[in-house]
């Protein structure tokens, strides 16, 4: 079978998942409102079947509005969650305005509700089922993306880095051809005439591979190009109906959030250096205060058995305190379980992986669920971290950030991040990777996206393993 119909397969797979999800929630819905709650009331289910079926059919309505039936290449469906809770809420208020139009009784608006509920908690719950398959069958070379990347930049870099690291995400890479070396004295009239040579080339290399090996991708980075030339490319795959994804080198002009306008009919590219305002930084910080403090109460006989248990895995002490590098480059003291033996602190830090020799047996676990970040909840206490924020690294690693990257010390470090919600992990991902989620935070903070965050956290933090 062809990879391209895999992977449309993989798509008609989640229809057919999400429409089961859906009736099903119909029927646990109607089984606890008329039989297990009010069994007075008992109508038969046959005379639902128009309204389940409408139902039905405003789940998939609004789904298709939300484009959640296409073939995407992501890690973690961080955003998917979120899209899917709205649009339940949304189907949900549409089929109780519904049934308040054409019901007289309000057991039916209920049952509408309640199948809402589940809904929204069984087709994520179907949808993860079948991202963990779709994932085993790409690591096995089922439904992949043959791409050839061409241009180059720290951006091509991260992406072929990416791309290699992850076999999950359903791309292999056949080829590269990398961006040729020009001058880079934008003000000579040398470099203006090799740019044009340079681009020329680069489009009959890519053509010329395309030709003689089976592509159904091209990603093209590229900082500038010429309007002639891009349409070379793109008409060249449209008559061999291969996609065209294009990703600018945005390393060089990493800036704030851009604001569009204009003065009189001239548009102007704005960049926007707001901050977030006062109130939101006391709702963080009273969040962090009363969650980190919750936290502790709750956890506190949890975090005695792990103590007990590390002290008898082997000898040392339990917590593991290290310097990392936080707010404005002000260096603090972070808490964590110790899951090294105890001559790995004698060592010059390095990212640890899952056979690494340094580990404990106990401290293997820990890492995987990520039981070993518990006691950063009194770093929050204290205020040196924050629970939502770029992770805190070392002083080894931070004096090796170039002037872009130090921007992630601009806020306090948190116990869990964008980065880490996406699956970005940090024994494998670049620092690029890492840092570009960082700053995607720090330029868009806000007390919803801080629930998000959160909210990801706990639901599949502990299940991918360590993220930096």
């Known amino acids: 079978m062809k990879n391209s119909t895999i992977r449309k397969l993989f798509v008609f797979?989640?229809?057919?998942?999400?429409?089961?999800?859906?009736?099903?929630?119909?029927?646990?819905?109607?089984?606890?409102?008329?039989i297990v709650q009010d069994p007075i009331f008992f109508q038969p289910i046959d005379s639902y079947y128009d309204d389940f079926s409408i139902g039905i059919a405003a789940w998939i309505f609004f789904m298709l509005r939300a484009d959640l039936y296409r073939h995407k290449a992501q890690l973690f469906r961080f955003d998917e969650f979120f899209t899917i809770l709205g649009v339940g809420i949304v189907a949900t208020l549409s089929m109780f305005a519904y049934m308040s139009l054409i019901k007289e009784t309000e057991y039916a608006r209920l049952t509408f509700i309640y199948s809402g509920v589940?809904?929204?908690?069984?087709?994520?719950?179907?949808?993860?089922?079948?991202?963990?398959?779709?994932?085993?069958?790409r690591k096995e070379g089922?439904?992949?993306?043959?791409?050839?990347?061409?241009?180059?930049?720290?951006?091509?870099?991260?992406?072929?880095?990416?791309?290699?690291?992850?076999?999950?995400?359903?791309?292999?890479?056949?080829?590269?051809?990398?961006?040729?070396?020009?001058?880079?004295?934008?003000?000579?009239?040398?470099?203006?005439?090799?740019?044009?040579?340079?681009?020329?080339?680069?489009?009959?290399?890519?053509?010329?591979?395309?030709?003689?090996?089976?592509?159904?991708?091209?990603?093209?980075?590229?900082?500038?190009?010429?309007k002639e030339d891009m349409m070379k490319l793109v008409?060249?795959?449209?008559?061999?109906?291969?996609?065209?994804?294009?990703?600018?080198?945005?390393?060089?002009?990493?800036?704030?959030?851009?604001?569009?306008?204009?003065?009189?009919?001239?548009?102007?590219?704005?960049?926007?250096?707001?901050?977030?305002?006062?109130?939101y930084f006391f709702l963080k910080r009273s969040i962090d205060i009363?969650?980190?403090?919750?936290?502790?109460?709750?956890?506190s006989p949890f975090i005695l058995l792990v103590i007990l248990i590390i002290k008898l895995d082997s000898p040392g002490p339990a917590i593991f305190k290290q310097e990392r590098i936080g707010k404005n480059g002000d260096p603090f003291i972070m808490y964590k379980f110790r899951s090294m033996k105890t001559y790995a602190a004698t060592l010059p830090p390095t990212r640890a992986n899952e056979d690494d020799p340094r580990m404990t047996r106990v401290g293997k676990y820990l890492r995987k669920f990520s039981i070993d970040e518990l006691p950063q909840l009194f770093n929050v206490l204290k205020g040196d971290m924050t629970l939502v924020g770029p992770r805190p690294e070392t002083a080894l690693y931070v004096d090796q950030y170039t002037s872009w990257q130090r921007r992630r010390l601009e806020i306090t470090p948190g116990i869990t991040g964008l980065a880490q919600v996406n699956g970005v992990r940090g024994n494998i991902d670049s620092v690029d990777e890492r840092v570009m989620f960082d700053i995607e935070y720090i330029e868009n903070q806000s007390i919803i996206l801080d629930l998000k965050i959160l909210l990801a956290t706990l639901l599949v933090f502990p299940f991918q393993g360590k993220a930096g």
């Open 13 to 34: 797979d989640k229809f057919v998942a999400d429409i089961i999800s859906i009736v099903i929630s119909f029927l646990i819905a109607y089984i606890i409102r008329y």
């Open 290 to 299: 009363i969650f980190s403090l919750i936290g502790i109460i709750i956890l």
């Open 118 to 137: 589940f809904g929204i908690i069984l087709v994520p719950a179907s949808r993860t089922f079948l991202h963990m398959a779709h994932n085993r069958l």
């Open 142 to 226: 089922f439904g992949i993306v043959n791409v050839l990347i061409v241009g180059g930049g720290r951006s091509g870099e991260m992406l072929e880095n990416k791309i290699k690291n992850h076999p999950e995400i359903g791309y292999r890479i056949i080829g590269t051809i990398k961006e040729e070396l020009v001058n880079r004295d934008h003000n000579s009239k040398k470099e203006k005439q090799q740019y044009p040579i340079a681009m020329k080339k680069l489009l009959e290399a890519t053509f010329n591979f395309v030709e003689k090996n089976p592509v159904d991708e091209i990603i093209y980075i590229r900082s500038r190009s010429y």
């Open 235 to 279: 008409y060249f795959c449209e008559d061999r109906n291969i996609r065209l994804t294009l990703v600018p080198d945005l390393f060089e002009i990493m800036t704030k959030k851009i604001d569009f306008s204009d003065l009189g009919n001239i548009p102007l590219i704005r960049l926007d250096q707001k901050k977030p305002s006062f109130i």
